[in-house]
């Protein structure tokens, strides 16, 4: 999302100017925490002129209405919104939309994209569902006559609220490959809407607890809907993990009849409200039902095979603008779950389950994300990183300090983490596993407000409009350990005018980046990074990709330019590595750009009709792995 509000962490880290200029020296850049990877792949044969491992012609930095993509590549456009995804949907109108034909059709800013193959379990080949996130909705963009700029939103009535609320959410589509085309399958028993209303379990500590109870839910066990869903993951056993991000815009009304002031400002509750939803729907009042808001901010689990099953919110995993949540497997079975908190100066967590995963029984698996420890990352200027367990009566989490038990330390994880001493970061995205070097990721997007006597050893730059991307070796390679090795692979912006960039010297002047956000993993291991700057640095938002061991490690290269306006997400490679997918998010979204006049008219570039979020898929004309 492009609105994130200041910063409301109650604690900063003591001011640290050492090893900073060794952790963004090119040395650093050049072995990092790789020096093994190197030795390893220099051994194999050369597959590209210089030292990058990749092999497409680099997309120029560009700023125009439509999206590019390397020669020998193609695009296809996969679903927009408005298409239908059940049966009955009628065929996207722009000029005539209700919440009833939205309810029905693909929602508004696909974000998260996951895979699953069928049949389940299966070898994954040519038939997958496909699991998307509808984030939040551009109303100047999607509804007629509403105008420019935020304030749109709080001016959509109680018809266009319905739609909004039915554009939230998600969808489950089923997708099939056939001669190298993709396309959505129609009638498909799995074909699922998520929306804001859609009912939904709590479970895990906070369940039926008292700061979970509303008027509707006396039980504190039932709630309706998500959104604000930006990223996601999967379990090992095939559930989608989709998470909730800055829920609290959607709550109006006078913050100053809530009970917990101070917890409620930790999480930017009552700031000018950035939907009219809390004008029509009691829920979304904060001075009628105070506890809504602790029902959101959750990561979810739905299971795509189930196309009846009920959503459950997992609170053991905390509550926090949550980016992602991307599964590794410890040595021992157990699962370990890692996560972002993106907003400014927030943290980087990770979940770990009390038992071991059921590879033979996937009922088993059922509540397994009920059991575990949250932990909060501290990262130390020698560069090494501790997770500090948010676990109730341990340390300062105690009721003398306001939690009366785990319920309340998942319910204000912020505060837990900011007495535990967390160290606060530049916008954690997506943080995430490297399966084939084995260690973790984490993109930093960007924290124009952190001033210099904030700057520390993992955040080393003032006024960080660019962001960074950090990794993480694990102690003894076992990602239940609750120590590592952490060093920073690159720092984004434009060398040649932002202040402490950081990548490989060879680098191209089409190569850096800004504001990383989600990654992802090819087959041999190496990064892709999909931006949201907002324009900050006037280049369109693309893909860019990089080695991480080898010679080649951080020379980033870009691979894909969006349309105007558009942020990229959920990168997801198929197995096979032959489709990239890609969401194509706020197409047109800007300053002066509304329905009427928008900024790109993409991906359809029909008169009079907006720009429509839209999922594409990326090829290689002659069939090959991308990237190669
Ligand atoms: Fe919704 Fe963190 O981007
Ligand atoms: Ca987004
Ligand atoms: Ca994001
Ligand atoms: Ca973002």
Redesign the pocket.
């Known amino acids: 999302?492009d609105d994130?509000d200041e910063p409301v962490s109650m604690s900063a880290e003591t001011p640290i100017g050492t090893l900073i200029e060794r952790r963004l020296s090119r040395r650093g850049a050049l072995q990092g925490l790789a020096a093994a990877g190197v030795a390893a792949l220099a051994a194999s044969p050369a597959r590209a002129a210089g030292p990058s491992s990749f092999t497409f012609a680099e997309v120029p930095h560009v700023n125009d209405a439509t999206h590019h993509v390397p020669e020998a590549y193609e695009v296809q456009v996969l679903i927009r919104w408005g298409d239908p995804v059940l049966p009955g949907a009628p065929a996207y109108d722009p000029r005539s939309q209700s919440a009833a034909s939205q309810r029905l059709q693909f929602g508004y800013n696909n974000?998260f994209l996951g895979l699953h193959p069928l049949p389940m379990g299966s070898p994954a080949g040519d038939r997958f569902l496909m699991v998307v996130n509808h984030?939040y909705t551009n109303s100047n963009l999607m509804l007629p006559g509403i105008g420019e700029g935020r304030e749109a939103r709080l001016r959509a009535d109680e018809a266009q609220v319905g739609i909004e609320m039915a554009a939230h959410g998600g969808s489950v589509i089923e997708i099939a490959r056939d001669g190298g085309r993709w396309k959505v399958v129609e009638g498909s028993r799995y074909a699922r809407r998520i929306d804001a209303t859609t009912p939904m379990r709590i479970a895990g500590p906070a369940a039926g607890t008292a700061r979970m109870k509303t008027s509707a839910d006396p039980d504190g066990t039932r709630v309706l809907g998500m959104f604000?869903n930006?990223?996601g993951g999967e379990t090992p056993w095939g559930t989608w993990l989709t998470c909730e991000?800055?829920f609290y815009v959607y709550f109006a009304g006078e913050q100053d009849k809530m009970p917990d002031q101070a917890l409620a400002r930790r999480y930017a509750l009552g700031r000018a409200p950035a939907y009219a939803w809390g004008k029509y729907v009691d829920r979304f009042d904060l001075a009628r039902e105070p506890n809504e808001p602790n029902r959101f901010g959750w990561i979810v689990e739905i299971d795509p095979y189930d196309p009846q099953g009920t959503p459950v919110k997992r609170t053991a995993l905390g509550r926090f603008?949550h980016?992602g949540c991307h599964h590794a497997v410890a040595r021992d079975g157990r699962v370990v779950c890692y996560m972002?908190d993106?907003s400014r100066m927030e943290y980087v967590y990770k979940f770990v389950t009390a038992r071991p995963w059921n590879p033979n029984d996937r009922a088993a698996n059922r509540d397994l994300l009920d059991d575990g420890t949250l932990y909060a990352a501290r990262f130390d200027a020698d560069g090494t990183v501790t997770w500090l367990p948010l676990v109730h009566g341990q340390g300062p989490l105690t009721a003398e300090n306001g939690f009366a038990g785990q319920a309340d330390v998942v319910i204000h994880a912020r505060r837990a983490a900011d007495l535990l001493k967390a160290t606060p970061m530049d916008?954690p995205?997506d943080v995430e596993a490297n399966r084939v070097n084995g260690r973790v990721y984490i993109a930093l997007?960007n924290n124009a407000s952190r001033k210099p006597e904030q700057v520390d050893a993992a955040n080393p730059r003032a006024k960080n409009e660019n962001g960074h991307i950090i990794e993480i070796a694990p102690a003894g390679g076992d990602h239940a350990a609750t120590t590592g090795r952490w060093d920073i692979l690159l720092a984004a912006g434009d060398p040649s005018r932002d202040p402490g960039t950081k990548y490989h010297p060879e680098t191209s002047a089409n190569g850096w980046l800004s504001s990383p956000?989600n990654i992802t993993f090819d087959n041999k291991g190496r990064l892709w990074i999909a931006t949201?700057s907002g324009e900050v640095r006037g280049i369109a938002d693309g893909v860019y990709a990089c080695d991480l061991d080898g010679p080649g490690r951080a020379l980033t290269r870009q691979f894909f330019a969006a349309p105007k306006g558009a942020e990229v997400?959920g990168p997801t490679l198929t197995p096979d590595n032959r489709t990239l997918f890609l969401s194509i998010q706020h197409p047109g979204e800007g300053k002066g750009s509304t329905f009427e006049t928008p900024s790109t008219r993409w991906p359809d570039f029909r008169d009079g009709a907006p720009p429509r979020p839209s999922v594409i898929a990326i090829t290689k004309k002659d069939g090959g792995t991308i990237g190669s």
């Open positions: 999302m994130h974000d984030e604000n930006c990223a991000e800055n603008a980016e972002g993106d916008r995205e997007t956000d949201d997400c």
